[in-house]
């Protein structure tokens, strides 16, 4: 039961935090989102080498900063879509960098990079939701990225709500011993109600392209769930973090969102705009 209460609590003040700053501006997501990126950079890292301190890998977190910060302003229109190239470039600056280290080898430049596309090009990514139909002259401010979190959080809730309660078959017994088909389909369940609740007020989506989009997020969040469970069982640890108490640290919490958002932009850039 307390650790219910704790869930519960970091939940409703995460929920407070992110829709709170959706609304005000996004300026003000850019700036959280910024900061959730950075500590789920560290977590990242962390993982790989456990003993590493920030001032030994500056390079990593400044080039990770950056990549945040030109992703997520390209995506809130600040940028021309071009200044990705730059994204491109530091890559290739970062593995020429490691060739002057001691201890260079390309297992840490492959760290390097898999954490800065998991992490930093995802979580600039989602700002570029605020502004998915630009092109055709209208926004989607701010209920395309708010839906993206609602519908991520009614499938976790009731996924493992039903779960809790009638389920028996293992999903992926292999990688998550905890998760169901049942849990599954009882998250999709209400996935497409919240779909359909969001649908009536941001009618910049068809009833429709939420059901859709709901779809993708259920599918795609779950495999990311999946792959994160993956790189934790891998490297042993239970949670990647402990900032948000009963939840772990930023990539527990954000781990179906982060894998889901570039399928969600995939979608509403090919065939909804």
């Given at each position: ?179 169901t088909w049942e849990g599954c389909l009882g998250g ?6 919240m779909a359909w609740i969001l649908a009536q007020y ?44 009963g939840h772990g640290g930023v990539l527990d919490r ?20």
């Amino acid at each position: 039961m307390k650790e219910l209460i704790t869930r519960t609590i970091t939940g409703a003040v995460f929920l407070v935090l992110i829709a709170g700053s959706i609304f005000w501006s996004p300026y003000a997501f850019f700036a959280i989102a910024g900061v959730f990126s950075m500590i789920g950079l560290y977590e990242f890292f962390r993982l790989f080498y456990p003993n590493h301190t920030i001032a030994q890998h500056l390079t990593f977190y400044f080039s990770g900063l950056t990549i945040y910060l030109i992703t997520g302003l390209v995506g809130i229109g600040v940028f021309d879509v071009r200044m990705m190239i730059f994204v491109l470039i530091l890559f290739y600056l970062i593995a020429m960098l490691e060739l002057f280290r001691k201890d260079s080898s390309w297992d840490k430049i492959g760290v390097y990079f898999s954490g800065f596309i998991y992490v930093a090009v995802t979580f600039g990514l989602l700002n570029a939701l605020y502004y998915m139909g630009n092109q055709s002259g209208e926004t989607f401010f701010p209920g395309v990225l708010l839906g993206i979190f609602l519908l991520t959080w009614s499938n976790d809730v009731f996924a493992y709500l039903t779960g809790s309660a009638i389920g028996k078959t293992k999903l992926f017994e292999r990688h998550s011993p905890k998760k169901t088909w049942e849990g599954c389909l009882g998250g999709l369940l209400f996935a497409m109600v919240m779909a359909w609740i969001l649908a009536q007020y941001f009618t910049q989506l068809s009833e429709t392209q939420w059901v859709i989009t709901a779809a993708i997020v259920v599918v795609f969040g779950t495999l990311g769930d999946l792959v994160e469970s993956l790189l934790k069982r891998n490297k042993q640890v239970k949670d990647s973090g402990s900032i948000f108490p009963g939840h772990g640290g930023v990539l527990d919490r954000f781990d179906a969102v982060l894998f889901a958002t570039p399928f969600v932009f995939l979608y509403l850039s090919f065939f909804v705009r």
